[in-house]
């Protein structure tokens, strides 16, 4: 194991809950592992105690299996080996392209240091930048710069807070794309922070998801989307709806029909089956079961916002060419062909 | 994005140990405020007899004279430079973007320079004005009178109104014409925006001004001297200088340095306020008033103001100067002993240099303490270290001269002692600019800096250092100005011998030799002009 993390806390003195509270995983090397939840929620300050940026209150940083931190250690951010690229890419000002890079560089020889950076502009492709200075970079330049400046002397561990936060959306999609292609071919051991569920998907290899300091879950992209633990992770990580329902021997009956599902639940169990726009349909019926709030158009398809009769909202995928307006009934039904998640109430 | 940057700037460390920085911002902390205590402690106490006998005969008197002319010079200098600001910022007015230097000029004139010009100009008998009256026949008019209140508070406005003028050219600048042009969409007449909108804009700014122009009103001695217009630091210097009464003396200067904490104490509270005057990324300058037919009225107040303020005090100095150096007596009489002008230069930048390579070097710790580990102790700290505003320079020099004489005798009538002086009383400007060069550094460079293997020192001098320079240059260049024109501390405590220009100016301007004294007044007034230059040119309103 590359990273272990036990019991780690961490409280801000004047704040009610603790930032960190009670977190624990392992993390194998050459992973790349997506911190996501939620602003506040804890998990840059548990990248930034990794970084050892903060102290712990307590618990346990194991990497390489040294401890790096616990009640009696604490190795200082120079000592441990592991890079960062931050937010605001931090490059420092007074310094080229070429010093930024070569300033983790300590104990190069010159001939040494000027190999590692033409390695590593290469690398992340800016090799015509060596001279520039930051302020006339562009937005996803200083990014490769950044992430060049970090991988250079090789950290045991790469942190990233957040790094694409600012750039331009269409910038985003690119630069992402290229940088994980960068982590892959460099077999860097990498913690990605996101507060963004699709580049959280996109960018790792395994999710942790945060909320109030603590993990929610721990998986594949895959299973955290189509089998969230817990109620949280299926509304922050699917954008799910919920509707209420109750248990009985063949499934669960619904505003919107029986959902035919095995079923663990004791019968007549409250129970909340989370839904995503393309679980469920509708048709136009008067005698139906809720009606039409709103239409969102999206050029490729058309999303409608549904009120039930019971007040409860859902959503709607539909073709872009099938058009209704708000006010009309419709009969919403489950068309999912897959199991759906069950919360207990 | 921003709620974590201020989540993270509010996060005090619980349980990690205390910053080795808090230490060194301590001691520098601790060093400013001794001589404060210091005076306090002998104010206090002070013989029963002499308090009593003080405040029945003096203390009314002065107290009275003092905050008179303290109000009276904030307010004028208030309006004037507020006004001044707001015909250069913002209307039409001919010749505006020339007139923002000139009315910064008189920055580069120390007041009782200004004072010396004015008293030889209005003199009831033998003064230049009337004796120019005399010599074109014109009826004999009466003058004002040029010594007393009116004359100590028209100088003191004359040459104080830039730093009011500078702060509110800078909010005026800063506002966003959006606020105006939302206050116009929203029915108010561009007469009720400038009052319900422009003015509170640009208020915190202003008071900022008016309360340090306030602190030095209190601490000017030259000007009042000069004018014989008895004000607390007159007194004081008297009770020094010509009593050697170090008892009095401590005890007026322990109600002055209160009155002063009052003051500095407001100027505080205003601090945190100004914030909202700053050039955001999308903003862009408001719309120019135009004055119509009004302009030349526009043109001739500026013109007006840098006639009195700048124009005239330099003609003057000008031509007394040639007629000094043309005048063989007059040229040899610019000899000291053997040393001339040459070393009063000499003197006089080498203490202001030292002073402001020091006061910078002792600010670092305070600015690192208390931008990097915000909290109640890292403020009073940095608070404390600013309780020289509050100090004038009669009390500094008061409080010198004891401790000095007690603690380190050996230091005693040496010119170190003068250089402590402007530390002391100038460190705060330092302070302020090494805190805000900090203050623009994001915390992720050091942060980077750290995880790329540097140690706290290292980071410091590789990352920091470099990128705080100039602001560190902006308080050197503050400091140093400062001390060069700095008159009562080095009257009362250089040794004897030790010259510099402004010492020189004032011995030869109170003896009447005008012509001996102008062009050492000149080179004052010509090396003040190069750090004010490297300041204004930092300035937002000489920008753009």
Not at chain 2, 62 to 82: D, E, P
Not at chain 2, 220 to 245: K, M, N, P
């Amino acid at each position: 194991m590359k990273l272990e993390i036990e019991k780690l806390s961490k409280h801000f003195s004047g704040n009610q809950h603790p930032a960190v509270d009670n977190i624990t995983f392992l993390m194998p090397a050459h992973e790349i592992l997506s911190f996501v939840g939620p602003s506040g929620c804890g998990k840059t300050t548990t990248l930034r105690l990794i970084a050892g940026l903060e102290r712990p209150d307590q618990g346990i940083i194991r990497l390489d299996r040294y401890i790096i931190s616990d009640a009696h250690t604490f190795v200082p951010p120079e000592k441990r080996n592991i890079g960062m690229v931050f937010q605001d890419h931090a490059l420092f000002p007074h310094l080229s392209v070429f010093n930024n890079i070569a300033f983790g560089l300590r104990g190069f020889s010159k001939a040494e240091k000027k190999d590692r950076v033409s390695e590593l502009l290469k690398l992340v492709g800016v090799e015509p930048l060596a001279k520039r200075f930051p302020h006339v970079l562009s937005g996803g330049e200083r990014q490769r710069v950044a992430l060049a400046r970090a991988l250079a002397p090789e950290p045991v561990l790469l942190l990233m807070d957040e790094p694409f936060s600012s750039l331009d959306a269409h910038l985003r999609l690119e630069v992402r794309e290229q940088i994980r292609n960068i982590l892959k071919v460099s077999q860097s051991t990498v913690i990605f922070v996101t507060h963004d569920q699709e580049e959280a998907l996109f960018m790792g290899d395994r999710l942790v998801v945060f909320n109030q300091g603590k993990i929610e879950q721990i998986g594949f992209p895959e299973t955290i989307f189509h089998d969230s633990g817990t109620r949280f992770v299926a509304a922050f990580m699917g954008e799910s709806d919920f509707v209420s329902g109750k248990s009985n021997p063949t499934g669960f009956q619904t505003e919107l029909g029986l959902l035919e599902q095995q079923n663990d639940y004791s019968t007549g169990t409250d129970v909340e089956i989370a839904i995503r726009a393309d679980d469920i349909d509708f048709q136009v019926n008067n005698q139906g079961n809720g009606k039409i709030i709103n239409r969102f158009f999206r050029g490729a398809f058309n999303f409608y916002r549904v009120e039930l009769d019971s007040g409860e909202i859902v959503h709607v995928y539909k073709l872009h060419t099938e058009i209704y307006h708000p006010g009309e009934r419709v009969m919403t039904y489950f068309n999912a062909g897959h199991p759906l998640k069950i919360f207990a109430r | 994005m921003l709620r974590t940057e201020a989540l993270r700037s509010n996060r005090r460390r619980q349980n990690a140990p205390i910053p080795k920085i808090a230490f060194l911002a301590g001691w520098v902390a601790l060093l400013a405020i001794i001589p404060v205590i210091y005076i306090l402690i002998r104010a206090l106490a002070g013989d029963t007899e002499l308090w009593q006998r003080i405040i029945q005969t003096r203390l009314i008197k002065l107290l009275s004279n003092t905050m008179l002319l303290v109000l009276t010079v904030t307010a004028g200098t208030t309006l004037l430079g507020v006004s001044m600001a707001w015909l250069t910022e913002r209307t039409d007015v001919p010749g505006r973007k020339i007139f923002r230097w000139l009315l910064a000029l008189p920055l580069a004139i120390p007041p009782y320079i200004g004072a010396i010009v004015h008293l030889a100009l209005l003199r009831p008998r033998g003064g230049l004005l009337s004796q120019w009256m005399e010599g074109i026949n014109l009826p004999s008019i009466h003058l004002p009178n040029p010594t007393g209140f009116w004359g100590a508070a028209f100088v003191l406005i004359i040459f104080s109104f830039p730093y009011v003028f500078l702060l509110s050219g800078a909010a005026f600048r800063s506002e966003n014409a959006s606020y105006y042009e939302s206050a116009r969409m929203l029915g108010r007449t561009p007469w009720q925006t400038f009052w319900q909108v422009t003015i509170p804009a640009i208020r915190p700014g202003i008071t900022a001004g008016a309360l340090l122009v306030s602190l030095d009103i209190l601490s000017e001695y030259g000007t009042v001297a000069l004018l014989r217009f008895e004000t607390f630091s007159s007194a004081i210097f008297v009770q020094l200088a010509g009593r050697y009464d170090r008892s009095a003396a401590s005890i007026l200067s322990g109600v002055l340095i209160l009155l002063a904490l009052i003051i500095l104490y407001g100027e505080f509270r205003t601090q945190g306020r100004a914030q909202f005057t700053q050039i955001g990324s999308h903003w862009r300058p408001a719309t120019l008033i135009h004055l119509g037919k009004q302009r030349k009225w526009g043109f001739l107040a500026l013109f007006f103001t840098v006639l009195v303020s700048f124009i005239i005090p330099m003609g003057l100095l000008l031509f007394w100067s040639t007629q000094g150096i043309l005048d063989n007596q007059t040229f040899t009489g610019m000899q000291i002993g053997s040393r001339g002008l040459a070393s009063f230069i000499f003197n006089s930048v080498w203490s202001s240099g030292l002073a402001a390579f020091l006061a910078v070097l002792f600010s670092i710790p305070i600015a690192i303490y208390v931008v990097r580990h915000p909290g109640k102790v890292s403020r009073l700290f940095s608070r404390l270290s600013q309780v020289g505003y509050a100090i004038p320079g009669v009390v500094v020099a008061l409080s010198l001269v004891m401790l000095v004489n007690r603690f380190l005798p050996f230091l005693y009538a040496t010119p170190l002692v003068v250089v402590m002086a402007y530390v002391v009383r100038y460190i705060p400007q330092a302070v302020r600019s090494s805190e805000s060069a900090m203050r623009q550094l994001s915390p992720n460079l050091e942060e980077a800096s750290r995880l790329l293997k540097r140690n706290a020192i290292q980071t410091f001098i590789q990352v920091n250092l470099p990128l705080i320079l100039p602001g560190l240059l902006t308080g050197s260049a503050l400091v140093f100005l400062s001390s060069l024109k700095e008159l009562p501390a080095t009257l009362l405590l250089r040794p004897a011998g030790y010259e510099t220009l402004a010492v020189r100016v004032w011995i030869w301007s109170e003896e009447g030799f005008y012509f001996q004294a102008a062009p050492a007044a000149l080179l004052l007034v010509f090396i003040s002009i190069i750090p004010l230059y490297f300041l204004l040119r930092r300035e937002a309103i000489f920008k753009q």
